[in-house]
C-alpha cells in the first residue's frame, strides 16, 4: 500500500464548523495517507470550539476578514492561490484534499491533476457540485464520513487513545475496512504506521504486550472479529468471516424508527439537508439487504413522499434541480 502526502484545504463554512466532522475529515484522511500541511479558511471566533483540534493537527487558520460583499469569494481565491503555491513549491505533497463542494474549484482541480497529483473531495451533498465531483480522483459525502465514525473528542489533559482494548479494536477495524487489499487483508506493518498516524501516543506496552503481533493475536482471542494470519515477517489481518453472522432486517413494523434515528443522526452532526442517496447509503451501510420493495414502496422517492407527508422531512430541489430532503 503506497502511502501518500496530502495538503489538506477546508472550508469551514462547507464543512459545518464542528468538531466532531472536522476531527472526522483529518481522521479520514490519514487513514489515506500523512498530512503533511493543513490549512481551514474562514475561521471567525464562533469556531472557536475547534481549536484544539486545528492546534493538535498543526494546521494554519485563515481568519475571515468582513470587507465589501465578496467576502466567501475572497476566500475562495486564497484557497485556489494557497494549494497552487504548495502543488508548485512543494514536491513532498502528491495528493490534495479539497473540503468544499464548489464547482468554482474545478479548475483548480484540473490544474493539479495536470500536474500529477491526486484530488480527494470532499463535501456536504446539499453543496456539492456535479462537475467539481466529476472532477475529483476520488470523492466522498462530508455526511457519509461523520456518520460513520462517531469519534470522542476529549481533552488536553487526556490521552487520545485509552487503554481500552475495545476502543484500539474499533480504530483498527475500520482502518482494515478502509485499507484492506483486494483479498480484504492488510500487513500489520501498514496497520501499525495508519494507526501511529491516527493515535501518535498508541504503544503496545500501554495494553500489555511487547510486540503489535502479540497485540493483534490478543485481539483475535478476546474479540473474535479479526483474523491473524501468516509469521511474524509478515503478518496479516482481515475481518473475520463467521459463519452464520446476524443480518439486521428492515420491517414494515420498523421502518418508520430506524430511517427517523438516522435523520436524528445526520441533524446531530449538523446537516439539516442531505441527498437522499445519502440516506439510503447509510442505511444500506446498516442493513445491507434493505430494498424498498420489503417495506411496501416501489420507488426510494416514495419513502421520501411518505416521510415528508408524517413531517419527518421536507422534499426540495436545488439550483441543479437535485432533490434534497430537510431534516424537520
Known amino acids: 500500500m503506497d502511502k501518500r502526502n496530502f495538503g489538506v484545504f477546508i472550508d469551514l463554512e462547507n464543512s459545518g464548523g464542528k468538531v466532531t466532522t472536522l476531527t472526522n475529515i483529518i481522521e479520514k484522511v490519514k487513514i489515506k495517507g500523512d498530512i503533511l500541511l493543513g490549512k481551514v479558511y474562514g475561521y471567525t471566533e464562533r469556531y472557536s470550539d475547534l481549536k484544539e483540534v486545528l492546534l493538535s493537527n498543526t494546521f494554519y487558520v485563515v481568519p475571515s ?42 479548475p483548480l482541480v484540473g490544474k493539479l491533476k495536470s500536474m500529477g497529483k491526486t484530488v480527494l473531495g470532499i463535501s456536504r451533498s446539499e453543496v456539492a457540485s456535479n462537475i467539481f465531483i466529476k472532477a475529483c480522483n476520488e470523492f466522498i459525502f462530508l455526511e457519509s464520513v461523520s456518520t460513520n465514525n462517531k469519534v470522542e473528542v476529549v481533552s488536553q489533559d487526556e490521552p487520545t487513545v485509552t487503554n481500552d482494548p475495545q476502543d484500539l479494536l474499533t480504530v483498527i477495524e475500520k482502518i482494515v475496512q478502509e485499507q484492506a487489499d483486494a483479498d480484504g487483508s492488510l500487513f500489520a506493518s501498514e496497520l501499525k504506521k495508519t494507526l501511529l498516524r491516527l493515535r501518535p501516543d498508541f504503544a503496545e506496552n500501554n495494553f500489555g504486550h511487547t510486540s503489535f503481533g502479540k497485540l493483534l493475536h490478543s485481539l483475535e482471542s478476546k474479540f473474535n472479529t479479526l483474523s491473524i494470519v501468516g509469521n511474524n515477517s509478515s503478518l496479516k489481518v482481515r475481518m473475520k468471516n463467521d459463519g452464520n453472522p446476524v443480518v439486521k432486517q428492515i420491517t414494515k413494523e420498523n421502518w418508520m424508527e430506524i430511517f427517523q434515528e438516522q435523520l436524528n443522526q445526520f441533524k446531530e452532526n449538523g446537516f439539516d439537508r442531505v441527498n437522499p442517496s445519502i440516506l439510503k447509503t447509510s442505511i444500506q451501510n446498516d442493513y445491507p439487504d434493505f430494498d ?11 419513502i421520501m413522499k411518505r416521510l415528508e407527508k408524517d413531517k419527518k422531512v421536507a422534499i426540495e430541489f436545488n ?5 434534497l430532503i430537510k431534516i424537520c
Open 65 to 106: 476578514l468582513k470587507h465589501g460583499y465578496n467576502q466567501k469569494n475572497n476566500m475562495d481565491i486564497q484557497l485556489v492561490i494557497d494549494a497552487l503555491e504548495v502543488a508548485y513549491k512543494n514536491d513532498l505533497i502528491d495528493s490534495f484534499c479539497i473540503v468544499s463542494g464548489d464547482s468554482d474549484y474545478t
Open 319 to 323: 439550483e441543479a434541480k437535485t432533490m
Open 292 to 302: 424498498e420493495r420489503q417495506i411496501g414502496f416501489k420507488k426510494f422517492s416514495d
